[in-house]
């Protein structure tokens, strides 16, 4: 795809001075409870394909910050992540 990789962009974020961020949880009907037919039914690969196709790209960001200069050096840090891969 276009762009960068999901650790491309995470590298370069923390390289710029941004903190870790997490990627998004998985599918629900993805884990093994769903996989295994546990509950009665399979669940395969493809049954949401675009949900699949997102959930790898996700960014969970850090939003909790308690004051607003570090809340404001993460957000540069963001910009600047973006406009380098922009």
């Known amino acids: 795809g276009d762009g960068p990789t999901w650790q491309e962009f995470f590298d370069k974020f923390v390289e710029l001075g941004g903190d870790w961020f997490y990627g998004a949880w998985g599918l629900t009907y993805q884990e093994p409870v769903f ?12 049954l949401c394909p675009v949900a699949e196709s997102l959930q790898p790209r ?11 200069p570090t809340l404001n050096r993460q957000a540069e840090a963001l910009a600047r992540t973006i406009r380098f891969f922009g």
Do not use: N, V
């Open 35 to 46: 996989q295994d037919g546990t509950l009665g039914r399979k669940y395969e690969p493809g």
């Open 58 to 68: 996700l960014m969970q960001f850090k939003t909790h910050y308690g004051d607003q």
